[in-house]
Every structure is written in structure tokens, then in C-alpha cells.
């Protein structure tokens, strides 16, 4: 790979992935493309992370520059409105973001001769799973804004495939883990920080659904077998769930693991909740059988204590962390409460004059 274009990578999973690409491929240019929505939502980074690309370009993926994608060789796209709350909210952005725009990204790419094309794809789009573990050629069943996004993009990228154009949909488990971005909205990441916190983990349900995970860092591996796959290994179109067996978790599971983590832990159960219908266990044996030296190395505790030590690491002690900008939607509520976003979550050129700082007193 000469030239890597990555999409979206100043978000949660993307300063892992630019470590991981920086380390496996030293000679490539790789160049970033993001909003920057959350460019300020830091954590304990000793470095910034865009430091270790060769180019930062700040735009919108709905409005792609012009020359973007020459002589690039490969496409990471990550971009997209991210989890169901923020789907809820911004439904019909989440729908031009995620795959409306994530479809013209595609077709330029094409266009331009990128010969390989990666989609963060998601298992969340088998919705209300059952028992049985999902695999790729199991219904699908989109329960949110965010995951029908998934499954609309996943249908329109397969007719673009062929000898010249891999396309790559990584069916990524729901993301755990540290980042130099810490995203607390993600269910592993959410327990910790309120054990470390406040010694308390508050299950929204009844703790009886089942989630897949997998460790960012486990993501960044996964991205970079998918840019150097050949066509015969998966063909020229491949979706694929991406993560393990063995991080098939209940909710309930997750929380007592954390509390194991942090002693004294307590752990309180909404037995009266309605179920959370967004419950599926995956069986990712294809990518065990087309990927084995790119499996999950993470493990679940290893995880938790990552966390855990990095919360500690930076002070944090706020029990009210779920309105706080560690969580994405507080982030883009607290943009448009300002007026620097606009319906559409684009920037606003003009924004509202902030209060002026008080003068510092020597």
C-alpha cells in the first residue's frame, strides 16, 4: 500500500487504527478525513493522534474535496453517526452520513482506481437475534436508524465489487477498550466508568441480552487484513461478522466481571424494564477460517483493567459521566446548543460570540 485514506478517524476506534497502520505499513502516506466533531474529546493521549499520519484533512464526507481520493490505493471508511442514541436523534443525517454519503465515497473510489475499499460495517444490523448465533448468511433484522445504515450500505456496495475493486464489510462486535478518544456510550467502557466512579454499575435492563465485543485495538488488526486481502481469499465482495466466540457476553456477565475488577462494586439490575429487543449472539467462524493470524488477541479482563487503570490514571471520578462529553451525543447536543452545528450537523461559518473569559488577576 502507497496511499491509505481513512474516513471518520478522529473518532473512538481511529487513533487505534492509525497506530496500527502507521506500524504495519511505515512507508505508506496516510491520510486522514474527518468533521472533527470530536477532535477535542482527548483522554490521557500523551501524543496527538493525527500526529502519526502524513496528512489531516478536515471536511465532510457528504461533501467530498476534490482530488481526495488520487492515487489513493486503499479506503478505510469509518466515518459515520455512530451508535443508536445518536441514530434516534439524527435519524435522517445518520442515513445521508452513514450510507448515502458512504455510497458516493465508494463510487469515486472506484472511479479514481482505489483498488481496496474497507466498510466498518456492524453486527448490530441482526437486531433481535434469538438463541442461535448469527452468521453471515443468517436474516437480518435492524432494530435502530444506525444499523438499518449498515444493512442499506452493506446492499448497495455488493454490485460495485469486482477483480479491480475488493470491497471489505467487517461486521465489527460492539467496541470496547481505551482510546486516545474514550467513547463511556459503549456498554463495557459505560460499566467501568461508573464502578471506578461511583462504585456503582446501573444496568439499564434486565441484564439477559447478548452482545458480541471486541477490542478496538482488535478492530485496527481486523482493518489491516482487510486492505491487504487478496480477492481469492473472501472474493471481490466480502461481508464478514468480525470479532470472537468467545466475547459473546450478557449483559449481566459484562457487569459482573467489572465488579470482580473493582471490589466492592455493587451491581443493580431493572428487572421491571422492558426487554431490550437488541439482543444476538455471532458465530465469527469465517473470519477465524479466512483471517487466523489476524484473530481477537484482547481478552475480556484485560480489557476491563485497561480501563479501569486508564480512568484512574486520568482522575476521573465523575459519577454523572453519562451527561458528560465522554458520551457522543452530549458532544453534538453541546455543538448545537452553541449554534456551531446546524440541523444537518454541519459546521455553522458564522457561529454564536462565546461569553468573553474573565481577565486573570496576577
Not at 282 to 291: G, K, M, N, P, Q
Amino acid at each position: 500500500m502507497q496511499r491509505i485514506l481513512i474516513t471518520g478517524n478522529m473518532g473512538y476506534v481511529g487513533p487505534g487504527v492509525v497506530r496500527h497502520l502507521r506500524q504495519q505499513f511505515p512507508q505508506a502516506e496516510l491520510i486522514g478525513y474527518d468533521m472533527g466533531y470530536f477532535a477535542h474529546c482527548l483522554t490521557g493521549a500523551r501524543r496527538l493522534p493525527e500526529s502519526r499520519l502524513d496528512r489531516q484533512i478536515f471536511g465532510d464526507i457528504r461533501q467530498l474535496p476534490a482530488g481526495l481520493l488520487d492515487g489513493v490505493d486503499a479506503v478505510v471508511n469509518l466515518a459515520a453517526i455512530s451508535n443508536d442514541p445518536m441514530g434516534q436523534t439524527y435519524e435522517q443525517v445518520t442515513l445521508d452520513v452513514n450510507y448515502r454519503a458512504g455510497i458516493e465515497l465508494a463510487r469515486q473510489a472506484k472511479a479514481a482506481g482505489v483498488s481496496s475499499f474497507i466498510f466498518a460495517s456492524s453486527c448490530s444490523m441482526y437486531g433481535a437475534g434469538g438463541e442461535g448465533a448469527k452468521r453471515e448468511t443468517s436474516e437480518l433484522n435492524p432494530l435502530t436508524a444506525y444499523a438499518r445504515s449498515k444493512v442499506m450500505t452493506e446492499q448497495d456496495l455488493r454490485p460495485l465489487a469486482d477483480d479491480n475493486f475488493l470491497i471489505t464489510c467487517l461486521r465489527f462486535a460492539t467496541a470496547c477498550g481505551w482510546s486516545d478518544r474514550l467513547r463511556l456510550d459503549l456498554v463495557v467502557n459505560d460499566f467501568v466508568a461508573g464502578a471506578v466512579a461511583a462504585g456503582e454499575i446501573s444496568i439499564l435492563s434486565d441484564g439477559t441480552p447478548w452482545r458480541p465485543l471486541i477490542h478496538v485495538q482488535d478492530m485496527a488488526r481486523a482493518i489491516e487484513w482487510a486492505i491487504g486481502r487478496p480477492a481469492e481469499v473472501g472474493g471481490t465482495f466480502l461481508a464478514v461478522n468480525t470479532g470472537s466466540e468467545q466475547w459473546n457476553y450478557q449483559v449481566r456477565d459484562l457487569a459482573y466481571a467489572v465488579a470482580d475488577s473493582l471490589p466492592g462494586t455493587q451491581v443493580s439490575l431493572n428487572a421491571a424494564a422492558p426487554p431490550d429487543k437488541r439482543s444476538y449472539r455471532v458465530d465469527f467462524s469465517l473470519y477465524r477460517e479466512l483471517a487466523p493470524t489476524h484473530q481477537p488477541r484482547r481478552t475480556l479482563s484485560d480489557t476491563i483493567d485497561e480501563l479501569r487503570d486508564g480512568l484512574l490514571g486520568m482522575n476521573f471520578r465523575d459519577a454523572t459521566f453519562r451527561s458528560s462529553e465522554l458520551m457522543r451525543l452530549r458532544v453534538l447536543t453541546g455543538l448545537r446548543e452553541t449554534h456551531e452545528l446546524g440541523d444537518d450537523l454541519s459546521w455553522v461559518r458564522a457561529v454564536a460570540t462565546r461569553p468573553a473569559l474573565a481577565p486573570v488577576i496576577a
